[in-house]
């Protein structure tokens, strides 16, 4: 008796002392964040989705009453930072804020990533998106969508377009649009489309998809036209837009999404807290304006399941137009 009595006590001891460690994940959560949280940024600062980050991160960290730190790990298209991003712990203390780059484009360009974009990591908040313009130079006698497709058709490879370097945002853009519209265009790669708009201006180049901050500052001085915008609904920056789908091409929609990481094993609880988080300042009134003075629109609301389903569509669809036009970083 007194040897089954001392095994009860020491197996109710033994499970006593083990309740508290199962049920950490879910307390844990519940009191993320219990510190400053780092936010890994994959590019410069300064740049969109720094400053997106910044944005945001500053209107969760006064809702939740704790400090978020933005570290801006740049470099090769912002793969270094999410290859850090993915070895940190997942308990909530570290986020990735990247964008399409990391997940939905590099894994398709670069086949040799230190990490990978579906296995190691979590999708937690869609918060942003940033749609892109369609510009031409203003003596392109095309004034929609249309009329470029009609000229570029009736001189076939003599329109120039312009893009941020391989394998960016811009090229594929423009070589999913010439590939709907059945039509032939010459690549002509710049540093950054800043470094485009001179050319596009003297009609060097004709074409450029650009963000809206950058390209609509030159449409309202009048030395560039706008024809369309890339989202599948007008964009509420420049509403007076057609969508390419509005003008002839049904279906094409871009955005540069800007999203929320946790690294794989983050519990179901902490995710679902952390999305919260987001979910709830990307819906501030106030948050929208100052990121409608960075061209992006905040998200529309949706869980981590339809973030995650969103990356993987767009993964999909931009592996096919790499493949397609044996697009490469060289």
Request: charged fraction near 15%; hydrophobic fraction near 45%.
């Given at each position: 008796?007194?040897?089954?009595?001392?095994?009860?006590?020491?197996?109710a001891?033994?499970?006593g002392?083990?309740?508290p460690?199962?049920?950490?994940?879910?307390?844990?959560?519940?009191?993320w964040?219990?510190?400053?949280v780092?936010?890994?940024?994959?590019?410069?600062?300064?740049?969109?989705?720094d400053?997106?980050a910044?944005?945001?991160?500053?209107?969760?960290?006064?809702?939740?009453?704790?400090?978020?730190v933005v570290?801006n790990?740049?470099?090769?298209?912002?793969?270094?930072?999410?290859a850090?991003?993915?070895?940190?712990k997942p308990?909530?203390?570290?986020?990735?804020?990247?964008?399409?780059?990391?997940?939905?484009?590099?894994?398709?360009?670069?086949p040799?990533?230190?990490?990978?974009?579906?296995?190691?990591?979590?999708?937690?908040?869609?918060?942003?998106d940033?749609p892109?313009?369609?510009?031409?130079?203003?003596?392109?006698?095309?004034?929609s969508?249309?009329?470029?497709i009609?000229?570029?058709?009736?001189?076939?490879?003599?329109?120039?377009?312009?893009?941020?370097?391989?394998?960016?945002?811009?090229?594929?853009?423009?070589?999913?649009?010439?590939?709907?519209?059945?039509?032939?265009?010459?690549?002509?790669?710049?540093?950054?489309?800043?470094?485009a708009?001179?050319?596009?201006?003297?009609?060097q180049?004709?074409?450029?998809?650009?963000?809206?901050?950058?390209g609509?500052p030159h449409?309202?001085?009048?030395?560039?036209?706008a024809?369309?915008?890339t989202?599948?609904?007008?964009?509420?920056l420049?509403?007076?837009?057609?969508?390419?789908?509005?003008?002839?091409?049904?279906?094409?929609?871009?955005?540069?999404?800007?999203?929320?990481?946790l690294?794989?094993?983050?519990s179901?609880?902490?995710?679902?807290?952390?999305h919260?988080?987001?979910?709830?300042?990307?819906?501030a009134?106030?948050l929208?304006?100052s990121?409608a003075?960075?061209?992006v629109?905040?998200?529309?609301?949706?869980t981590?399941?339809?973030?995650?389903?969103?990356?993987?569509?767009?993964?999909?669809r931009w592996?096919?137009?790499?493949?397609?036009?044996?697009?490469?970083?060289?």
């Open positions: 008796m007194r040897v089954l009595s001392f095994l009860t006590l020491l197996a001891a033994v499970l002392t083990q309740a460690a199962l049920a950490q994940p879910a307390s844990a959560a519940a009191s964040p219990q510190g400053p780092r936010v890994i940024v994959p590019f410069p600062a300064s740049g969109a989705t400053l997106v910044r944005v945001v991160t500053q209107r969760v960290g006064q809702e939740l009453g704790q400090q978020f570290d790990k740049p470099g090769a298209g912002g793969t270094i930072g999410a850090e991003a993915a070895k940190a308990d909530g203390m570290t986020l990735l804020l990247t964008t399409s780059s990391t997940h939905a484009i590099s894994p398709h360009l670069m040799k990533l230190a990490y990978d974009a579906q296995r190691d990591f979590v999708p937690v908040a869609h918060v942003a940033a892109s313009v369609l510009l031409v130079t203003p003596s392109l006698p095309a004034r969508v249309a009329e470029l009609a000229y570029a058709k009736a001189n076939p490879g003599k329109l120039n377009y312009a893009t941020s370097g391989n394998g960016t945002i811009v090229h594929l853009n423009t070589a999913a649009f010439a590939a709907q519209a059945g039509i032939e265009m010459t690549h002509v790669p710049y540093k950054g489309t800043a470094l708009i001179p050319d596009l201006v003297t009609g180049v004709q074409v450029l998809f650009d963000s809206l901050p950058t609509m449409v309202k001085s009048g030395r560039l036209r024809l369309a915008v989202s599948a609904q007008r964009s509420s420049a509403p007076e837009l057609p969508t390419l789908a509005e003008s002839g091409l049904p279906g094409f929609s871009s955005v540069t999404w800007f999203g929320v990481y690294p794989a094993g983050a179901p609880a902490l995710v679902e807290r952390v919260a988080a987001f979910a709830r300042a990307i819906q009134p106030e929208a304006a990121l003075k960075l061209g629109e905040p998200a529309k609301p949706s981590p399941a339809q973030f995650g389903a969103l990356v993987r569509t767009d993964s999909d592996a096919a137009v790499i493949r397609q036009h044996k697009i490469t970083l060289e």
